[in-house]
């Protein structure tokens, strides 16, 4: 993986895309690396005291992971009954804590913070709190204990997703107990079933109960900050998610004897179609995020590959740049929309014709690209009849979430203050999350969260998060709220 393949703004997009096997593989590599280096590593004192919001933000994070979430043994309407004692313990009315069970151990906690009536929409901070399945004994460190080593969290869901659960939970705390009246509502949302559960939770509350969670726009996970050789290189905003569309490619035929074979062959016709759709580009496209993307990577990216963004951004019909560019696949699946093949069957007997042959073509399509557009170019492209290609389901339109002036602003602003020199980078991810759902019903969704995490395994093993880099985050998110909500922080 390269680099910018590794960070947070990546992980999601990256895993949730990756099929089982090449996962786990991943896992077994980074766990047996991970058994190799933990035990060694010396002890290093912890970096500054904790202040009274990151001791209850640890707390809350620490039930969090120790309550287990997980698809084949967790409760997650177990953890939102219990996050939602602590936030009517820290002062919420009844009515402003609403746990929703939308399945049998699945459960959502929507928490809101008045705000004065001003007209504004309500901001909204959403997590997930399912986390992907842990078996104790693929880890050398209990999963579902929160443990703090060497100044580092581990546990199944510090990095994915329940950092991100905490931390919006302890700042709607400290906000209510500052006596913080923000000029709009902010909604804290912990929903169940991202990580591919069959209930998902934001999906749920969009059809049964979208007054609760409709907001201007929301935050979500997706960003962070990128870390390379422990130097803070960007901090990525992710304001677009490509789109995910399979295409079936099938060619029948009579078939016969294998022994008086014949040119008009299922599997022929359809390797020729997979070989022509292998060696194809799809134009390259670029759209805000993406060409705002390259221009600021590019002054982090030195020699002919920041160069080639440069270029790109002023020409994009650059063939050479392009070309340059194309043959890192993260910056290529930037470029463009992207087609595979991903699953192949045919033929039903070794001494006969096959009568049937199929493939499956995974497309992840542009936001501003539709799936009807890619099934005319992969028929012009296979230009042979006898290849039908069909769409299965219908890809969920995603449109990018508007960089606008107010937010990427207050983004900036602070992130200046508590990192100066570090630049900030929207971000699309290849990927989705549950911000697919959000933008698909028109609300915008960022992913922005103020952590600068090295690897930390997310979706693997000893899944693991610089303690210092989660309390960092949530200073940079309280300011960040704070600010979008009439009172900015600090002044400057
Ligand atoms: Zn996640």
């Not at 309550?67 to 009844?94: C, E, W, Y």
Request: proline share 5%; aromatic share 6%; hydrophobic share 40%.
């Amino acid at each position: 993986m390269s680099p910018a393949q590794t960070n947070a703004a990546w992980r999601a997009s990256v895993l949730s895309g990756m099929p089982k096997s090449t996962l786990q593989r991943l896992c077994v590599i980074a766990g047996s690396l991970i058994a190799a280096t933990t035990v060694s590593q010396p002890a290093h004192a912890q970096l500054g005291a904790l202040t009274k919001w990151d001791t209850v933000a640890r707390n809350i994070f620490k039930e969090l992971i120790e309550i287990n979430t997980s698809q084949s043994a967790g409760d997650s309407h177990q953890a939102a009954l219990a996050m939602a004692a602590r936030v009517k313990a820290a002062g919420f009315a009844d009515s402003d804590v609403v746990v929703l069970k939308n399945a049998d151990r699945k459960g959502n906690l929507i928490v809101r913070l008045r705000g004065r009536s001003t007209g504004k929409k309500p901001i909204m901070m959403l997590s997930h709190l399912d986390v992907v399945e842990a078996k104790a004994e693929d880890w050398t460190l209990p999963p579902f204990k929160f443990v703090e080593q060497d100044s580092t969290f581990y546990g199944r869901g510090v990095a994915d997703d329940k950092d991100d659960g905490a931390m919006h939970l302890a700042i709607v705390m400290r906000l209510k107990a500052e006596g913080y009246v923000p000029d709009r509502d902010i909604i804290v949302a912990l929903t169940a079933d991202e990580e591919g559960g069959p209930a998902n939770g934001v999906q749920w509350l969009i059809d049964n109960h979208r007054k609760l969670i409709d907001a201007e726009y929301v935050f979500n996970e997706g960003g962070g900050g990128r870390v390379r050789d422990g130097k803070k290189l960007s901090h990525d905003i992710q304001a677009s998610e490509k789109k995910f569309q399979n295409f079936q490619l099938e060619v029948t035929n009579p078939g016969g004897h294998s022994s008086r074979p014949v040119r008009d062959n299922a599997i022929t016709h359809l390797s020729d179609a997979l070989v022509k759709v292998g060696n194809f580009d799809f134009p390259i496209h670029l759209n805000e995020i993406t060409r705002e993307y390259f221009k600021r990577s590019a002054s982090i990216t030195e020699g002919k590959i920041g160069e080639a963004m440069r270029a790109i951004v002023a020409n994009p019909n650059d063939t050479k740049a392009a070309a340059i560019l194309s043959e890192d696949p993260s910056y290529n699946s930037q470029l463009r929309t992207t087609c595979v093949a991903t699953l192949l069957e045919g033929g039903h007997a070794s001494n006969a014709l096959p009568q049937r042959a199929r493939a499956n073509v995974n497309c992840r399509i542009l936001p501003d690209e539709s799936p009807e557009e890619i099934k005319k170019t992969l028929e012009r492209v296979v230009a042979n009849p006898k290849v039908v290609v069909t769409a299965q389901g219908n890809a969920r339109n995603s449109p990018p979430s508007p960089l606008t002036r107010e937010l990427m602003g207050e983004i900036e602003r602070i992130t200046k203050d508590m990192w100066p020199g570090v630049p900030v980078i929207p971000t699309m991810s290849t990927g989705a999350t549950d911000g697919l759902m959000l933008r698909n019903a028109g609300i915008p969704v960022y992913g922005v969260s103020g952590f600068f995490y090295p690897e930390t395994y997310a979706h693997g093993m000893n899944e693991r998060i610089p303690a210092r880099a989660f309390y960092e985050g949530m200073e940079f998110m309280y300011r960040l709220v704070k600010s979008l909500t009439g009172t900015r922080v600090p002044v400057s």
